[in-house]
Every structure is written in structure tokens, then in C-alpha cells.
């Protein structure tokens, strides 16, 4: 988090100073274009430039996501059969709350670092990957994976099951759905890589294309491994009126 400053009385001279500094950022801040602005905010995009004499990325542009996911729960168990050597357990967890944050990284060139590069046809191909990654639905399919946890089955050893031993089987289950999720995301990226040649391309029909990637025949084709456990989701009025962060003109 970035430090707050507080004012009051008269102002010595580094404090009007920083004053000022702070009314150029809100000026620059105005300028960037509402979509841009919104998908910034809403997806915490921090931008890093790069010198093209001095660096060659694979990539003239790349976007970065990262997902940070927050579970609480409690749970119970149930010792099916006890052996010498191991115990069976049945779990049943019960999630609390499940939160999913969201922040992003835009590489791109240098000569991009200016007030000009929200009309540049990259930096708008980067700020769809980060629509895709700021989509409520991959949120909502996680957030209903990890607080409807299945019960499962896991084999000990033979002491008494600990908190501890129960809390990383269930950790496990929840990693393992997180972990599809951001597969599912990192999947559209590739998707929209191929259909647009990384940006040159123009995408035929953007509300179709945008609208279906996280429909279920996607879920399908991307052989997305938990849609037993979202199928109701995605029928749900919430998932399909979902309000969506894309740009449905080719602008």
C-alpha cells in the first residue's frame, strides 16, 4: 500500500510541493480514457516499459495476471475404518468465505510511456487480456468452487487425525480447483493470442467471442476439470447477466 499524507495547517514548502505532485497524477489520472481507467481500477494494472535497443521479449506486449484467493472454512470428519497402519477419513468441509483478489502487469515498450497510448493497438490487445482476467465469472466460478468444497476421502497413518492434517488435505482440494481456474483464464489468453495473431488482428464479433469464454461450451473445450461442480452456477441469472468489462467495438 502506498503512504497517505494528511494536511492541515499551513503547509511547509516539501508539503506544497508534494501537493502539487499529487494534483498532476489526478490530472494525468483524468486523462485516461473511462474503459481504461475502470479495467486499471478494477484490476489493479501496474504498467512496466521497456527499452527495445536493450530488450528483445518473445513478445512485443505482454500481460501478466495474478490471482490471490482467501478461504476460511471449518469442517468435519468421520473415521471409516481403522487399520494398524492407517485410518481412512471421510471430510466434509464448510466454507465461510471465499475471496478472490485480482492484480495485473502490462509489459510494454518505452515510446508507449506517454498520454497517447490508450489509442495504440497493442496497449488495447494487452487491456483485453486484462478484461479477460477481470471478468466477474472466473471469480464466481472460483469463489463457488472453494465454498462448495466436496466431501472427500483421505488415508492417514495411524495416529489421531490433527487439525493441521485435515486442514492441508482440504488446502489441497481448494488449491487444486484454484489452480484450474487460473489454467481456465491463462487458456482465454492463449485463445485470444491465436484469434487475433497477438493484437494484429482484429476479432470478428468481440461481444460473441468475449461473451462465450466463459460459457459452458468453452469450459468444455478447455476441458475444464470441475464443471460438475459449476454447472448450476453458469445457469444461474447472476453468472448470465454477469456485467462484463470488455469493449464490444473494434475501436
Do not use: C
Not at 502490462?106 to 483485453?128: G, K, M, S, T
Amino acid at each position: 500500500m502506498k503512504p497517505h499524507g494528511h494536511f492541515g495547517g499551513l503547509l511547509p514548502r516539501v508539503d506544497v510541493a508534494f501537493l502539487i505532485l499529487l494534483l498532476a497524477t489526478a490530472v494525468a489520472r483524468a486523462e485516461t480514457p473511462r474503459y481504461f481507467q475502470q479495467l486499471i481500477d478494477k484490476g489493479r494494472v501496474s504498467f512496466q516499459f521497456y527499452d527495445p535497443a536493450v530488450e528483445r521479449p518473445k513478445h512485443t506486449g505482454l500481460a501478466v495476471f495474478y490471482y490471490e484467493t482467501q478461504h476460511h472454512y471449518s469442517y468435519r470428519y468421520k473415521v471409516l475404518d481403522e487399520e494398524r497402519a492407517t485410518r481412512r477419513l471421510n471430510v466434509t468441509p464448510s466454507s465461510t468465505k471465499a475471496v478472490l483478489e485480482r492484480q495485473h502487469t502490462i509489459l510494454i515498450p518505452n515510446y508507449l510511456d506517454n498520454d497517447q497510448r490508450w489509442a495504440n493497438r497493442l496497449v488495447q490487445h494487452e487491456f483485453d487480456h486484462v478484461a479477460i482476467s477481470s471478468d466477474p465469472r472466473p471469480k464466481m466460478l472460483l469463489e463457488q468452487l472453494l465454498r462448495q468444497l466436496p466431501r472427500f476421502e483421505i488415508t492417514i497413518g495411524p495416529l489421531e487425525p490433527t487439525d493441521a492434517t485435515i486442514r492441508a488435505a482440504i488446502d489441497k482440494q481448494a488449491k487444486q480447483r484454484s489452480d484450474a481456474v487460473v489454467e481456465l483464464v491463462g487458456h482465454n489468453y492463449v485463445h485470444l493470442d491465436a484469434v487475433t495473431f497477438h493484437g494484429i488482428k482484429a476479432i470478428g464479433d468481440r461481444r460473441d467471442f468475449f461473451t462465450s469464454l466463459y460459457e459452458q461450451a468453452n469450459l468444455e473445450a478447455a476441458k475444464f476439470p470441475y464443471l460438475s461442480e459449476v454447472r448450476g452456477l453458469l445457469k444461474t441469472r447472476a453468472y448470465r447477466t454477469a456485467e462484463l468489462p470488455y469493449r464490444f467495438e473494434d475501436e
